[in-house]
């Protein structure tokens, strides 16, 4: 058990279809962070959160929206995606953003599959 | 700007051998990194880190990694390879956030 758990762990939608990954920390964290990970490229970091409150948006598309309703769920909603959209998405805890020297701890990830 | 790089995209090593996967780094003042490992179709897990002190780090499932300021390197190594140490690793550096390499696949044949 890692201490984060995401859903669903494999996901098909269409380009006009709308879904949510869910993303729980049991780890008493306060940062929570989105990472796209696609074949063969750096895993990219989405979103981060601290203490609920969002502190990076890296140039990501709006067709992607983060919603953090307390310190241990986030959520990845996600609508008109399209078919370069198709990856692994990881959720990360850390105990503090910015400062700290601390690791990160990841979820088992979400495969989307954008059609 | 913080980064990393990993420059191989495979390592093919057989069980028994010493391996090493590499890692360069780039920051702006003292560098803190990490290496973690993904297995199929799992997330990342942590495997070691370097903040400060000894260059010689030791982690997790018998790895160790070298830090060498000098060559801004921080290669992964174990002295013998397992084939269950086939993965995907990751490299990373801590600024404000973790900037991951785009990993090195290793595969250690019986």
């Known amino acids: 058990e890692t201490g984060v758990t995401q859903t669903p762990r494999h996901l098909v939608m269409g380009m006009t279809n709308k879904k949510s990954l869910k993303c729980e920390q049991h780890?008493?964290?306060?940062?929570m962070y989105w990472y796209k990970q696609s074949a063969k490229k750096p895993l990219e970091l989405m979103f981060v959160?601290?203490?609920?409150?969002r502190v990076e948006n890296n140039s990501v598309p709006s067709r992607f929206s983060p919603e953090c309703p307390n310190s241990s769920h986030l959520f990845l909603h996600l609508h008109t995606l399209q078919p370069e959209d198709s990856a692994l998405y990881l959720c990360?805890?850390?105990?503090?953003w910015g400062t700290g020297t601390g690791e990160l701890f990841f979820g088992e990830g979400s495969r989307l599959t954008v059609l | 700007a913080q980064s990393v790089a990993q420059p191989e995209d495979q390592v093919n090593v057989a069980e028994g051998n010493p391996l090493t996967v590499k890692c360069t780094y780039s920051?702006?003042?003292?560098?803190?990194l990490f290496w973690y490992v993904q297995y199929p179709n799992r997330g990342l897990q942590f495997l070691l880190k370097?903040?400060?002190?000894?260059?010689l780090v030791k982690g997790s499932y018998g790895f160790e990694a070298e830090f060498n300021k000098s060559q801004t390197s921080f290669h992964l190594k174990k002295p013998s390879a397992l084939v269950s140490d086939s993965a995907l690793y990751f490299c990373?550096?801590?600024?404000?956030?973790?900037?991951f390499g785009a990993g090195t696949r290793l595969t250690v044949k019986p």
């Open positions: 780890l008493g964290h306060n940062a």
């Open positions: 959160y601290s203490l609920e409150e």
């Open positions: 990360a805890s850390s105990p503090l």
């Open positions: 920051v702006s003042g003292n560098p803190y």
């Open positions: 990373a550096v801590k600024g404000h956030d973790m900037r």
């Open positions: 370097y903040i400060t002190g000894d260059n």
